[in-house]
């Protein structure tokens, strides 16, 4: 089955620097997002992504954050600023189609911690 | 507002044992809901959608809008079914839709 790839699996920064979270969505897929998890809570929705352009985005992707999908291929999500509060696990995930219970397929996550 | 409520962070049963992980949503409209997995060191991967009626693994979850409750059910639960459980909801936004996740329930079978 094809998969989502995320990179860095790990990845560590002091704070206030910048981080680019990368993801290889599946091939075919048009419907991109962002999710995070801090340590010991749930899994909570940052971003969607259709067409070039953000779709969706809850209240925790500020002016901070951005995305963006440079080629064909990639999809990133960027942190400008981090914030020790940034440090949590980031998945991305995509899907083909945009329809009501359509899956949602995960990359395994880039862990990000913040010092 | 949309939530879910997974009420129970640990569940630990003996292999052999029923199954049943808790999770109640609060969604205004007709509800489209997911359970997901996350097996150790590994990916969330969906373990089955209400909307199709099937049975993942020997997992079954049904909607009871009653009770706004998407439990899952397993009835003789193995080892290899360790792992953290998520309910999810799914939000209505935009192009895309979003996932509105559970706590997470972590189920440990014991030998």
């Known amino acids: 089955e094809p998969e989502v790839t995320q990179t860095p699996s790990h990845q560590v920064t002091q704070m206030g620097q910048e981080v680019i979270l990368r993801c290889v969505p599946i091939s075919n897929h048009l419907y991109f997002y962002w999710y995070r998890q801090i340590l010991g809570q749930k899994v909570e929705f940052l971003v969607s992504?259709?067409?070039?352009?953000?779709?969706?985005k809850s209240e925790i992707f500020d002016d901070q954050f951005s995305v963006e999908r440079p080629d064909g291929s990639n999809f990133t999500l960027k942190i400008r600023s981090t914030k020790l509060e940034d440090s949590a696990m980031y998945f991305c995930?995509?899907?083909?189609?945009?329809?009501?219970?359509?899956?949602?397929?995960f990359g395994s996550g880039t862990q990000l911690s913040v010092l | 507002a949309q939530r879910v409520t997974q009420p129970e962070k640990l569940l630990s049963v003996f292999k052999g044992a029923p199954v049943e992980l808790k999770c109640n949503y609060s969604?205004?409209?007709?509800?489209?809901l997911f359970w997901y997995v996350q097996y150790s060191r590994q990916r969330l991967q969906l373990l089955l959608r209400h909307i199709s009626r099937e049975s993942i693994k020997g997992f079954t979850a049904d909607l009871n809008k009653g009770e706004t409750s998407f439990h899952l059910k397993k009835p003789f639960a193995q080892e290899e079914d360790s792992a953290m459980y998520y309910c999810a909801l799914e939000g209505y936004g935009g192009a895309t839709n979003k996932l509105i996740f559970g706590t997470g329930t972590l189920l440990a079978v014991q030998p």
């Open positions: 992504f259709y067409n070039n352009e953000i779709s969706e």
């Open positions: 995930a995509s899907s083909e189609i945009r329809g009501r219970n359509e899956k949602l397929f």
């Open positions: 969604y205004s409209g007709s509800p489209e």
